[in-house]
DNA sequence: GAAAATCTGTGACCAAAATCACAATCCAAT
DNA sequence: ATTGGATTGTGATTTTGGTCACAGATTTTC
């Protein structure tokens, strides 16, 4: 198990110093328009840098979710046991947040289990420290709400896929919308994501 | 087409005045525990009462949709066209936000309809005042957060039936936890809610 | 209240995908 | 390098659910 250790950088005028990783979770939040210097600054200060070997556990079912994960690199994968089946429903790659809302919003006992799929990197964010950020500064509501509308979006687009799509198309779908799951992601769990047999999603690939 | 009338109801200290419609609006949103009077208020200021016959559209696919609805009474659609079949991605009954948000967030031309599938009395939400409520007040954006919360627990919810379920399961869901949908809506738009062919979801009901 | 449109039920048939079984590959760990 | 485990490929078979067709029933509309 290798994993990259951060290296410093510096930011233009040479005041503040952010390493690596906390520029590609700048870029990340930059994207919402929302957060200002101090606010992002806040942001990083409740972010713990963790590290994950691969096939570690971030959230078992059964017990409570605590928080939710920035990735720096590497992959996590969302999965719930059912009759006995490890049926994926989300992937996570960098510069993405890894979570499962369930548990973390209602404070409920996990069904589902957040796994790393390959040796990770990440930011953790505690749900403690995320609620005092809510009522710190609206801005980070709005960061909140912002994302929630942007996961809510994609996960409409599955359901969509599921609902409506044939086999075929929903392999073309991954090639389209998520083509970096068909590298890093063994295919036996996209076909469960997928809501297709294993053996189903091989044959499609193998026309191509 | 016949439409109940706002009736004038007095709260406990006779200061103000709430209509029935204002009280089912006010109870759906305690649950989320953010508002308070004065704020609820503000919220009820842009809400605009709208009634909609049966067939009549709230969204049309191609146009931009230019807020959300909170439905009083009747029932509303979401579908999608796809190979010339109307798939319904969702139904909303009294006291839930009837919601298309890809458009609504992204400003582009919207690929889904919202149809009333009943008589449907409603408040709108124009986009642009909701806005205005999201920079007036941290409760809002706090609402706006949670709302979205709950609607992206639904959603998972869906994509784990549409993964993971067969037919009589799916079935089975929709009796637990949507019972009302059975006796509102066609059976035809609940099979393509569920996935599932018209008649397969006929054969299911007729062995009950 | 008659006609039209929409919705539902049901049988016969078919096809697509699941299941089963086993071999081949790839990968990780010692 | 070798073992063991995980992953993938592929053929044979089965089954589920989709498609087609048409008849009733129910609702809407004029």
């Known amino acids: 198990m290798k994993l990259k250790l951060n290296s410093i950088t510096a930011n233009q005028n040479g005041k503040e110093l952010y390493s690596e990783n906390e520029i590609i979770l700048r870029k990340t939040l930059d994207k919402f328009n929302v957060l200002n210097d101090t606010e992002f600054s806040d942001f990083l200060n409740v972010c713990k840098y963790k590290e994950f070997a691969k096939k570690q556990y971030l959230l078992k079912s059964g017990n409570y979710n605590h928080g939710i994960y920035f990735l720096i690199s590497g992959a996590v994968g969302l ?5 006995g089946k490890e049926m994926y429903q989300n992937f996570f790659l960098e510069s993405e947040f890894a979570n499962e809302l369930k548990s973390l919003t209602t404070q409920t006992p996990s069904t589902k289990n957040l796994i790393a799929l390959s040796d990770t990197t990440l930011f953790y964010l505690n749900r403690k420290e995320l609620l005092e950020l809510y009522e710190k500064s609206v801005s980070f509501e709005r960061l909140g709400r912002k994302l929630l509308e942007h996961l809510l979006n994609g996960q409409n687009e599955i359901s969509y896929v599921l609902q409506s799509l044939k086999p075929e198309e929903r392999y073309a779908y991954l090639e389209n919308k998520r083509p970096n799951l068909l590298n890093t992601i063994p295919l036996t769990y996209l076909a469960s ?10 044959r499609i690939r193998a026309k191509r």
Chains 1, 2 share one sequence.
């Not at 999965?79 to 009759?83: A, K, P, T, V």
């Not at 997928?194 to 053996?199: D, I, P, W």
């Open 79 to 83: 999965f719930e046991l059912i009759d």
């Open 193 to 202: 994501y997928l809501g297709l047999a294993r053996e189903t999603l091989s």
